[in-house]
């Protein structure tokens, strides 16, 4: 099989533009309501060890997600399963379990996992935008040993610390700082 590298540049856009359509300048973002504004219904209930589920029919998508997680969990969840709905044609239903394990490889990806790291790029793109955390004047300051900066954003944002440091260290990476 001929490794494929996730799709960075075009999934971030896809993510930019989503936020440009839907008009949002600021944190947290409305998850839900990109959700919808994509056609997809979100509904909520108790999916025992699944975080999500994606159903795709004629009538339209829907996200199933796990009520029973933490809530920005659930809107991490909603956003990865919006990425495979916009980047992943094909499957009528789609699980999901733990896809964060796909989180740490990152950079070995291949087939299945692949479509699990672009999702989790989507999620973090549209949940942790590169222009509203670039312009918030304590994602710039960078330091990423600062854990009460790390959580005042990562609340602000509505996403777990541990996602929002992952953001952060990508960004500082490619700042080459
Ligand atoms: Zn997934």
Redesign the pocket.
Same mark, same amino acid.
């Given at each position: 099989m001929t490794p494929r590298r996730p799709r960075y540049t075009y999934i971030e856009k896809l993510a930019d533009r989503l936020l440009d359509e839907a008009g949002v300048t600021k944190a947290p973002v409305p998850v839900e309501r990109l959700a919808r504004l994509k056609g997809c219904r979100v509904v909520k209930s108790n999916l025992k060890e699944v975080?999500?589920i994606?159903f795709r029919s004629d009538e339209g998508a829907i996200i199933g997600v796990n009520d029973g997680h933490a809530p920005t969990r659930q809107r991490f969840t909603i956003a !990865? #399963?919006l990425? !495979?709905l916009l980047l992943h044609a094909g499957q009528e239903v !789609?699980?999901?379990k733990d896809?964060r394990v796909?989180l740490r490889t990152e950079e070995s990806s291949t087939g299945t996992n692949l #479509? #699990?790291v672009e999702?989790?790029f989507f999620a973090a793109s549209l949940l942790m935008p590169d222009r509203l955390l670039r312009s918030d004047p304590r994602a710039s300051q960078m330091d990423i040993e600062n854990e009460e900066i790390i959580l005042a954003l990562s609340r602000a944002y509505g996403v777990s610390a541990q996602a929002m440091t992952h953001r952060l260290l990508r960004m500082a990476r490619r700042s080459g700082l």
């Amino acid at each position: 099989m001929t490794p494929r590298r996730p799709r960075y540049t075009y999934i971030e856009k896809l993510a930019d533009r989503l936020l440009d359509e839907a008009g949002v300048t600021k944190a947290p973002v409305p998850v839900e309501r990109l959700a919808r504004l994509k056609g997809c219904r979100v509904v909520k209930s108790n999916l025992k060890e699944v975080s999500g589920i994606l159903f795709r029919s004629d009538e339209g998508a829907i996200i199933g997600v796990n009520d029973g997680h933490a809530p920005t969990r659930q809107r991490f969840t909603i956003a !990865h #399963e919006l990425g !495979h709905l916009l980047l992943h044609a094909g499957q009528e239903v !789609h699980y999901d379990k733990d896809y964060r394990v796909s989180l740490r490889t990152e950079e070995s990806s291949t087939g299945t996992n692949l #479509e #699990e790291v672009e999702a989790n790029f989507f999620a973090a793109s549209l949940l942790m935008p590169d222009r509203l955390l670039r312009s918030d004047p304590r994602a710039s300051q960078m330091d990423i040993e600062n854990e009460e900066i790390i959580l005042a954003l990562s609340r602000a944002y509505g996403v777990s610390a541990q996602a929002m440091t992952h953001r952060l260290l990508r960004m500082a990476r490619r700042s080459g700082l």
